[in-house]
């Protein structure tokens, strides 16, 4: 879009219109990702819900939409010149795609620490990868230092109109998919996406006299948008670590803030564990395999703060997940619905001991997983040995009954979290 538009667009936000021109622009490279039915979901939430899985997006991820339509509009002498951006994973995958498509050179600045499979795919669509820092505010610094000193255009994950106006195309396809929708949730870090969500579901249900509630999720420990909204002013928060970085944003986006205040109903948040929960269950009941980020709004619903919804549709914004990351965020959604369990005992230092409690955890059909015995424990006398156990239960209440069998046993086991 010209300057002067984005200039007009940095208070009201993308018209249908603008809208629309991005679908006819990003139809070019993304996919119309599935809209699934969860009948596990809506038995908890006594309504309908539908998965929009963009999981299953080309790159893995919706960040295509908005890349692609940001880039496809630059001129040819900005195209010449180039693009820079910074991300640690989605984004960057999304501008190398999109660049490449395009003929633009792309160089990303990821940090250090980014997961190996991000890296090698950004690297293999084309672009430039450069590793700066070990946070992702030292490769957006980096960014713009780069575009400054060479004229490549700084392509931002979120804040502006033509990155809105292309993740708004998710909505399109939702009002196409369900169009007697009646609550969307969606993942939020900077904005982007429930931005563009929040005004084609707003502006197209207001023309035609419906209604419709926006709900937007973050991890909580990375939730800059309640305070935000409570301040009346994009504010900056400290982030504390969380499995979900790919929402991990310290400061809303000023045109997203500006679009969220106005249209967006509610913003809730969830912590790590119900975010690991969410993707065991999308895993076990849906077949998706989801990054943490991508789940939250699936979080949401299974924690509770998702109600009288009616006809629901959940985004699964993104599936890029270092399958090492993955595994542990399994044993955490285990450990977090009750079906992974570890305790300690303290048990008398003689033969025998150790079988008795095998036996009694056989006897509550519990399954060892792994036993750490030693007579060097802290908190264990001399005449005593400490054992660590890891089992695999079946919920809280074969929790419940695997201690009581224990405790009724004369044992204390202590659960250790």
Do not use: W
Request: with cysteine; charged share 20%.
């Amino acid at each position: 879009m010209p300057d002067d538009d984005n200039a007009v667009l940095a208070i009201a936000g993308p018209t249908l219109a603008h809208f629309e021109e991005a679908r006819s622009r990003v139809s070019r490279v993304a996919v119309v990702t599935p809209m699934e039915t969860s009948r596990f979901l809506a038995e908890i939430l006594g309504s309908r819900v539908h998965l929009k899985c963009e999981n299953l997006q080309r790159t893995g991820s919706y960040k295509i939409r908005g890349a692609y339509n940001r880039l496809s509009q630059l001129s040819d002498e900005e195209k010449a010149r180039g693009v820079v951006a910074a991300s640690a994973g989605n984004h960057a995958q999304g501008v190398a795609l999109a660049a490449r498509e395009l003929g633009i050179a792309a160089t990303i600045f990821m940090p250090i620490g980014v997961a190996l499979p991000k890296l090698q795919a950004t690297r293999n669509y084309g672009a430039e990868v450069v590793l700066r820092g070990h946070t992702v505010d030292e490769p957006l610094r980096a960014a713009g230092e780069f575009s400054a000193q060479t004229g490549a255009v700084l392509i931002p994950p979120f804040d502006h109109a033509d990155v809105v106006a292309g993740q708004g195309t998710v909505g399109l396809e939702i009002l196409d998919q369900v169009p007697d929708v009646e609550t969307v949730i969606v993942p939020i870090g900077g904005g982007g996406l429930i931005s563009g969500v929040a005004s084609v579901l707003k502006q197209r249900f207001a023309a035609e006299g419906r209604t419709v509630r926006i709900i937007g999720v973050q991890a909580v420990n990375a939730a800059a948008y309640p305070p935000s909204l409570k301040n009346g002013v994009s504010t900056e928060v400290r982030i504390l670590p969380t499995i979900a970085d790919g929402i991990a944003v310290s400061k809303p986006g000023i045109l997203n803030f500006e679009i969220i205040r106005t249209m967006v109903d509610e913003i809730v948040t969830v912590t790590d564990d119900d975010i690991a929960r969410a993707m065991l269950v999308l895993l076990e009941r849906a077949k998706l395999v989801v990054e943490p980020a991508g789940a939250v709004a699936v979080a949401a619903i299974l924690t509770g703060q998702v109600t009288n919804s009616g006809t629901t549709v959940a985004i699964l914004s993104g599936g890029n997940i270092d399958p090492l990351v993955m595994e542990r965020v399994i044993s955490r959604g285990l450990a977090a619905s009750d079906r992974y369990l570890k305790i300690r005992l303290m048990l008398p230092d003689r033969p025998g001991q150790l079988a008795r409690i095998a036996e009694l955890i056989s006897e509550a059909n519990a399954n060892v997983v792994e036993v750490l015995h030693t007579r060097h424990g802290r908190n264990a006398l001399i005449s005593q040995v400490e054992i660590d156990l890891s089992l695999e239960t079946r919920g809280p209440e074969h929790v419940q009954r695997v201690l009581s069998h224990l405790i009724d046993a004369g044992y204390e086991p202590r659960v250790d979290f």
